[in-house]
């Protein structure tokens, strides 16, 4: 017989909660042991691996290369280990937060999500939103799941699929269409939304619109209220098309130029790597790619 110390479980699991929480304390607290004893658990497994897993830096803790490297796959096995054994029939595994910006929630997510409920009764699905989650990196969530915008780039703690590239189109209430024969036309009406974006859509369409050439108009962070704005005729708005094909398909928005400009960012689904394997992150992970796929196509 293998003698047990050949797989110093304790020790894994004592470095498991460690490398979750980046933090001995939380690690203790979650196992019910000492401070001492997950410190002692670990400097046994950095000697039998003749590497330091975790670096002081300053009054915080990080995880060393090596740290990372293990992390990556007993963080994994734990959790595999979880699911395997049932931790799902408790409340916290029928119950599912989504985290997502605002329009995406509106305008993609929320007329899907009948068919993932009908697909996963089993599940209650709890749906916010929150305009923090633009450009975030953080690996603090708020949620279960969250719905992300940004170019990328998340820390390695949590796991990031892409649903959507962020591209945006000029558009307009049908009255005003007819008056826009070139992109440089755009000029002669108010540009609602965030000037950033429209300093990306003029630059490719290669007109130069210094402030001073532009009329005022209402900047909104949600593409949404700036729709509602533009269909109202009030001027000329930048959206995701993939949000409004329902709008552009009656003829409530018109997009006249063909123009599509890529803002290098996407809509991202997030979700802790070591969640990955729990049987309810799995279904929405799964879920929501193939309902993102069917889209694009």
Do not use: N
């Amino acid at each position: 017989a293998m003698p047990t110390d050949s797989l110093p479980l304790p020790a894994l699991h004592a470095f498991e909660a460690a490398a979750r929480h980046v933090s001995f304390t939380r690690a203790a607290e979650e196992l019910g042991l000492t401070q001492a004893a997950v410190s002692y658990h670990i400097k046994r497994l950095e000697e039998r691996l003749g590497a330091p897993l975790f670096a002081r830096r300053g009054r915080s803790l990080a995880l060393t290369e090596a740290g990372e490297r293990l992390a990556a796959e007993v963080v994994d096995a734990f959790g595999r280990l979880r699911a395997a054994v049932g931790s799902e029939t408790d409340a916290a595994g029928r119950h599912l937060t989504v985290m997502t910006v605002p329009t995406f929630t509106t305008h993609w997510l929320a007329p899907r999500l009948g068919a993932f409920q009908a697909a996963h009764p089993e599940l209650t699905v709890k749906l916010g939103t929150s305009i923090e989650l633009g450009d975030s990196i953080s690996p603090d969530l708020a949620a279960d799941i969250e719905i992300r915008t940004g170019p990328g780039g998340f820390p390695p703690r949590v796991i990031a699929h892409k649903l959507l590239d962020v591209r945006l189109a000029c558009v307009v209430a049908p009255r005003l269409a007819a008056g826009l024969r070139q992109p440089a036309d755009v000029l002669s009406l108010p540009l609602i939304g965030m000037p950033m974006s429209w300093d990306a859509w003029f630059t490719a369409a290669g007109i130069d619109a210094p402030a001073a050439l532009r009329k005022p108009a209402p900047d909104f962070d949600s593409q949404a209220a700036s729709a509602q704005v533009a269909a109202g005729g009030f001027g000329a708005a930048l959206v995701t098309p993939d949000f409004f094909a329902d709008d552009l398909a009656s003829g409530r928005l018109v997009a006249p130029f063909p123009l599509l400009v890529d803002r290098a960012k996407g809509y991202w689904l997030v979700y802790a790597a070591d969640q990955r394997h729990r049987p309810k992150i799995r279904a929405f992970r799964d879920w929501i790619i193939a309902a993102a796929a069917a889209a694009r196509a």
